[in-house]
């Protein structure tokens, strides 16, 4: 990333608005610096020559508390500034990448670019916040203190000036080669992290998993290494911090005072008045502060930078463009799935190939298949989270011209389906919020029916608190079926027209699945269409419409025309192997 990236200006508004107010700041600094430096000049240089008394610059002295206290006064604005707008852009840096990532898909996501979205939206954007409250006010007082001071010099003394304008470009030229050294870190440092909270992730979803097989232990040897090189790399960017800060000090003092010793012999030989000579003293560490803090503030904001990057990528990660045109009525429109092969990640086969089906209004249709075969694909395709990569996905409505998915706009049409996967997406909160949609809704009487037809109510009977209970993260607090029959009773309370479900069946025994196989048919009897993946013969004899997935291993031709297609994704998906 540039000192100033233009990418940040061009995704962040408030970006903008700060950058134009530091560069307002900044030309008040050093209008206000210079001004500082001349009075107290003109106030101490007669006093110590016996020229006047310090009654006779009185007026002086007040001038330059006047500029003090507008010093102060900038600085207070430029760092409340910094920081509302530091928390504006990360907000919505923020909510962009999880934009963008959404609209890449699951399938981008499952290929490991997931817990990089995670690390990045939840921890490396706060890294952020020291580039604009630190860095950059710094890069914009280098871009005008500095200039504006060394102007004033160079026009009260040529010696002084020239002294300044050659050993000003040491400190840049260290600052560069610092700058290499501590990006490369902090892109590991940010590299390491992502890693570490990817096992963290991965080993928190499945703990419970661990524990019932006595693993729970096994993944912390490797957790622990990661932890001691994220250490590693974190110590290694602060050494690099504190060593090329005492260098850039060293060479800014260097320089002021050999501007310090030359104007200290031209005063005692005669060749400069004190008032010149103090006004010089004083602008050049102002001269060279800019740049120093610029050097050594870098450090603080390289994490930040790092992420900004990554954040850049994704945003800048070609999407495929949304259709625009209008949704039909699903409850009158079928589903036609014509040849619909998709390629499976890190495989050379397709999963579904050539799939063909007809999901027509009103009716329960099961696709069935050996594991592997690209039925929770399918589904994929059908709720417009996935392109196939051959095949088209039409909607043929019963009063309308036939139109492609792909040109349909994915807001309205997901609008009219309800998706329960495997796994059910329940949010913190009460059962109330997660079935009803909100903290003070009432539980009526369809919601009572609902909860009776999934089996529900008696789930609520056991919670202390009812559908006021608390329930964590993913449902924490119910086990796999209750949260399977929570979803259910959401999805029956839904009017969606078209519903998914990813074998609903699954972790229930044989009561609770009798109940689902109920709910599946209530929601056909009130006119909704029922896509399930189904393994269970139950499942499979209440389908009034039975679809055979089928894969198909990909020909050598294929597989390097879809890897010329997508060369990046090919590569993420080799990597990810």
């Known amino acids: 990333m540039k000192p100033l990236d233009p990418r940040l200006l061009r995704h962040a508004r408030a970006a903008r608005r700060y950058i134009a107010l530091t560069a307002a700041t900044g030309f008040v600094t050093a209008a206000l610096v210079v001004a500082q430096a001349l009075l107290v000049s003109h106030a101490v240089a007669p006093v110590v020559d016996g020229r006047a008394g310090w009654a006779d610059v009185a007026g002086l002295v007040g001038a330059l508390a006047a500029v003090v206290a507008g010093r102060f006064v900038v600085l207070v604005v430029q760092e409340a500034f910094a920081h509302r707008a530091a928390r504006d852009v990360v907000a919505d840096l923020r ?4 934009t963008a990532a959404v609209a890449q898909g699951p399938r981008w996501l499952a290929a490991g670019h997931g817990q990089q979205v995670v690390t990045l939206a939840t921890r490396g954007l706060d890294d952020l916040e020291p580039y604009f409250v630190r860095y950059l006010p710094q890069l914009l007082l280098a871009a005008t203190v500095t200039p504006a001071a060394l102007a004033v010099v160079l026009g009260l003394d040529l010696v002084s000036a020239l002294i300044i304008a050659a050993t000003i470009p040491l400190i840049p030229v260290f600052m560069w080669l ?10 590991e440092k940010l590299e390491v992290m992502t890693r570490l909270g990817a096992q963290l992730l991965d080993l928190l979803a499945g703990l419970s998993t661990l524990k019932a097989l006595g693993r729970e232990r096994g993944p912390g040897r490797r957790v622990g290494e990661l932890g001691r090189a994220y250490a590693a790399t974190t110590m290694a960017t602060l050494r690099v911090a504190f060593l090329s800060g005492a260098v850039l000090e060293f060479l800014a003092s260097i320089s002021v005072a050999l501007v310090a010793v030359v104007i200290g012999t031209r005063l005692v030989a005669g060749d400069l008045d004190l008032t ?5 003293l004083m602008l050049a560490p102002e001269i060279y502060k800019p740049l120093r803090e610029v050097g050594s503030q870098f450090h603080a904001s390289a994490d930040g930078v790092a992420a900004a990057e990554q954040a850049f990528a994704v945003l800048e990660r070609p999407v495929p463009p949304a ?3 209008p949704a039909p009525e699903l409850r009158r429109t079928t589903v036609v799935l014509d040849g619909v092969s998709v390629a499976a990640p890190g495989r050379a086969t397709w999963a579904p190939s050539r799939l063909d089906a007809r999901i027509r209004p009103g009716r329960l249709v099961a696709l069935v298949g050996p594991s592997g075969a690209g039925k929770t694909t399918a589904a994929a395709v059908v709720l417009g989270l996935l392109r196939p990569d051959a095949g088209a996905v039409r909607l043929e409505p019963a009063d309308g011209a036939p139109v492609d998915l792909a040109d349909v706009d994915p807001a309205a049409y997901r609008a009219q389906v309800a998706w329960v996967p495997q796994r059910p997406i329940i949010l913190p909160g009460t059962v109330r919020e997660n079935v009803l949609g909100a903290a003070d809704a009432p539980v009526d009487a369809p919601a009572e029916a609902a909860a009776a037809a999934t089996g529900f109510d008696r789930v609520l009977a056991a919670l202390p608190a009812g559908w006021d209970a608390v329930l964590g993260h993913g449902g924490a607090g119910l086990s796999v079926g209750q949260r399977q029959r929570l979803a259910l009773t959401r999805t029956l309370l ?39 993946i189904a393994h269970r013969e139950a499942v499979v004899a209440l389908a009034d419409d039975v679809v055979e997935v089928r894969s ?9 025309a879809l890897e010329a297609a997508a060369p ?5 998906e080799e990597v990810a192997r």
């Not at 198909?552 to 390097?560: N, Q, S």
């Not at 990046?568 to 993420?572: F, K, P």
């Open 95 to 98: 909510a962009q990448v999880l």
């Open 178 to 187: 610092i700058g290499l050294l501590t990006q490369k870190y902090a892109a």
């Open 276 to 280: 010149t000579g103090l006004a010089v």
């Open 323 to 325: 259709g625009s045109a």
């Open 494 to 532: 839904g009017t969606e027209p078209l519903v998914v479900l990813d074998e609903p069946t699954a972790h229930l025994d044989a009561a609770a699945e009798r109940q689902v196989l109920d709910t599946l048919a209530a929601l056909r009897a009130a006119g909704r269409t029922v896509l399930v």
């Open 552 to 560: 198909r291993a990909a020909t050598d031709a294929e597989v390097a």
């Open 568 to 572: 990046e994704a090919a590569v993420a």
